[in-house]
């Protein structure tokens, strides 16, 4: 797998929407906002990202605190279940392209924070996921390009 430096990742009006789910259950919640962003009268304008804030376990089943951050044709007001974000930026990251199961997903951030490591470079974000391809009912399919933010600081 290739390592792609100096990425930049931005977007202008982004809905925020953060909930607990399982990480196999990813697919299906990126499914369901495709088709009801129509619902707040919200077009998609790129490809929808996001991160796990965290992980935990209940009843033995893992469990992630996950925001999906969708770029939209226009601004909103926030409400209860959605938040706004007027700019969503990441500069000077690193990017790995994972291509298969959501469940391998964790190999190839394993390459991407031992190219990190190898490197001595220095993490300032964590994790971002941005689903170039994902098929709501074919977990084995997907493309994601992994993102981390690396300090541009020389010290």
Same mark, same amino acid.
């Given at each position: 797998?290739?390592?792609?430096k100096?990425?930049?990742?931005?977007?202008?009006?982004?809905?925020? /929407?953060?909930?607990?789910?399982?990480?196999?259950?990813?697919?299906?919640?990126?499914? &369901?906002?495709?088709?009801?962003?129509?619902?707040?009268?919200?077009?998609?304008?790129?490809?929808?990202?996001?991160?796990?804030?965290?992980?935990?376990n209940?009843?033995?089943?893992?469990?992630?605190?996950?925001?999906?951050l969708?770029?939209?044709?226009?601004?909103?007001?926030?409400?209860?279940? &959605?938040?706004?974000?007027?700019?969503?930026?990441?500069?000077?990251?690193?990017?790995?392209?994972h291509?298969?199961s959501?469940?391998?997903?964790?190999?190839s951030?394993?390459i991407?924070?031992?190219?990190?490591?190898?490197?001595?470079?220095?993490?300032?974000t964590?994790?971002?996921?941005?689903?170039?391809?994902?098929?709501?009912?074919?977990?084995?399919?997907?493309?994601?390009?992994? /993102?981390?933010?690396?300090?541009?600081?020389?010290?």
């Open positions: 797998m290739h390592i792609f100096n990425q930049i990742l931005q977007y202008e009006n982004v809905l925020s /929407y953060r909930t607990r789910m399982r990480i196999t259950d990813v697919n299906k919640m990126i499914g &369901f906002i495709q088709k009801n962003t129509d619902a707040l009268n919200l077009k998609i304008c790129g490809n929808i990202a996001a991160t796990v804030h965290e992980k935990e209940i009843s033995g089943m893992e469990m992630s605190d996950i925001e999906f969708i770029p939209v044709n226009k601004k909103i007001s926030e409400n209860s279940a &959605f938040k706004f974000k007027p700019v969503f930026r990441i500069v000077n990251a690193v990017k790995i392209r291509e298969g959501m469940s391998g997903i964790e190999c951030e394993r991407l924070e031992e190219y990190i490591s190898q490197n001595d470079l220095q993490p300032v964590q994790i971002y996921y941005l689903f170039i391809r994902s098929t709501e009912y074919d977990n084995n399919d997907n493309i994601v390009d992994i /993102y981390m933010g690396i300090s541009e600081n020389i010290l």
